[in-house]
């Protein structure tokens, strides 16, 4: 069974950071494209971020750019958000992404492209 489980998520003031995980199971994900969005009550999930499978290629929101830095960590299945500089607009529920097609270029920015979901971590940023 295919399972991504998100860490890290929790209570954090404005200007702060957090470092989110999300461990694979149940397959390899070393050689897929991964990613995190976030979703607030009422609105749609919108895209964070997105890794090449090799972690050479990395794509951001502009919302994020320069404050989150997606990694990954293929020995251990593992890919990771680094949220610094933390806004209250960040506060959301963060889920990670995997594809089940491996290797490629390409880095996906859309949730319809992305075949697993973890259960999401909540983030909620104070003022």
């Known amino acids: 069974q295919v399972q991504l489980v998100e860490s890290g998520g929790g209570l954090v003031q404005a200007g702060g950071a957090l470092r989110l995980s999300c461990a694979a199971s149940?397959?390899?994900?070393?050689?897929?494209?991964m990613g995190w969005f976030r979703q607030t009550p009422g609105k749609e999930r919108e895209f964070v971020a997105a890794?090449?499978?090799?972690?050479?290629?990395?794509y951001y929101a502009d919302s994020v750019k320069g404050r989150f830095t997606i990694s990954r960590d293929n020995a251990k299945n593992t890919q990771y958000l680094q949220m610094n500089s933390l806004k209250p607009e960040d506060t959301a529920v963060y889920y990670c992404?995997?594809?089940?097609?491996?290797?490629?270029?390409?880095?996906?920015?859309?949730?319809?492209?992305?075949?697993?979901w973890g259960q999401g971590t909540q983030v909620t940023v104070s003022s």
């Open positions: 890794i090449s499978w090799s972690g050479s290629s990395t």
């Open positions: 992404a995997a594809r089940a097609s491996p290797y490629g270029s390409t880095l996906y920015m859309r949730e319809s492209e992305y075949n697993y």
């Open positions: 149940g397959r390899t994900f070393s050689r897929v494209p």
